[in-house]
C-alpha cells in the first residue's frame, strides 16, 4: 500500500532551526509537496521537489531522495507565526496526491 | 498565484437539509478540482475528484448520492451535501490544478465549515 510518515508533533523554540522529515512509499513518484496549514484554515503551498537535492526558499527550504523515499522541510529563524501543521504529499503515478498526516509544530518563545 | 475561491466560508444549517458549497478557480482554467473533509486535528481526506464535463471519481467510503458532486465549467465545482446530518460537520476544502498540468502545485480554497444541528 502507499504511505507517508511524518512525526506527529514537534517542538521548537522562537529564533531557532527545525527538521520536519517525511518518508514515503508510494506507487510511482511525481513529485514531493509541502504544505503550511494553520489551524481552521486550507493548506498553503510551500514547496514542490522532483528531483533529488535541496531547494531553497527564503527560511524555508526542502529536500529529496528519491533512492531514501524521504523528504525533509527545514525552517530557519522561527518566528511564533510558524506555528502550524506541516503536511507531506507525494504525487504518485497517477498524479494522485498521498497525505501525510501532518505534523503540528508548536513554537515557544 | 493562482486563486481558488470557496464560498460560503461558514454555513450552519438543520438536520435534513441540503447545502450546497461552490469552488471556484479565479484567474485560471481548472479541468480537475479536487474535494476533501478534514476533522478537527486530522489530515486531509479527499473524498473526489471533480472533472469537468463528467462524472467525479469518488473515493472509496464516499457515498455519491450524499456528495453530489458537479463541475459544469473550467472554473466552478460544486459540492452538495444532501440531507445532512450532524456527523456531516466538517471542513470542507476544494483544490484546483491548471488545466493541461497534471504534476504540479493545487492551490486550496479557504475551505467551508459545514455545522449541522
Known amino acids: 500500500g502507499q504511505n507517508i510518515d511524518q512525526p506527529t508533533e514537534m517542538t521548537a523554540t522562537e529564533g531557532a532551526i527545525v527538521q520536519i522529515n517525511c518518508t514515503y512509499q508510494?506507487?510511482?513518484?511525481?513529485?514531493l509537496f509541502w504544505y503550511q496549514q494553520h489551524a481552521g484554515e486550507a493548506p498553503t503551498f510551500l514547496s514542490y521537489?522532483?528531483l533529488d537535492g535541496l531547494e531553497e526558499k527564503g527560511r524555508f527550504s526542502s529536500f529529496l531522495s528519491r533512492s531514501k523515499g524521504y523528504s525533509y522541510l527545514l525552517l530557519k529563524e522561527l518566528q511564533m507565526k510558524d506555528s502550524a501543521s506541516y503536511l507531506c504529499?507525494?504525487?504518485?503515478?497517477?498524479?494522485?496526491?498521498?497525505w501525510g498526516a501532518g505534523t503540528k509544530l508548536i513554537i515557544k518563545p | 498565484g493562482a486563486v481558488v475561491s470557496q464560498h460560503p466560508s461558514w454555513v450552519i444549517c438543520k438536520s435534513g437539509t441540503s447545502v450546497k458549497i461552490e469552488c471556484r478557480s479565479l484567474?485560471?482554467?481548472?479541468?480537475?478540482m479536487f474535494w476533501y473533509r478534514q476533522f478537527p486535528k486530522q489530515s486531509l481526506m479527499l473524498m473526489a475528484t471533480s472533472n469537468e464535463g463528467s462524472k467525479a471519481t469518488y473515493e472509496q467510503g464516499v457515498e455519491k448520492d450524499k456528495f453530489l458532486i458537479n463541475h459544469a465549467s473550467l472554473t466552478l465545482s460544486t459540492l452538495t451535501v444532501t440531507s445532512a446530518h450532524p456527523e456531516d460537520s466538517s471542513f470542507y476544502i476544494c483544490?484546483?490544478?491548471?488545466?493541461?498540468?497534471?504534476?504540479?502545485?493545487?492551490?486550496f480554497g479557504e475551505g467551508s465549515r459545514l455545522t449541522v444541528l
Open positions: 484567474d485560471f482554467q481548472a479541468t480537475t
Open positions: 483544490s484546483a490544478r491548471v488545466a493541461g498540468v497534471d504534476a504540479g502545485e493545487l492551490f
Open positions: 508510494t506507487s510511482g513518484f511525481n513529485g
Open positions: 521537489n522532483v
Open positions: 504529499a507525494v504525487m504518485d503515478s497517477n498524479y494522485q496526491l498521498i
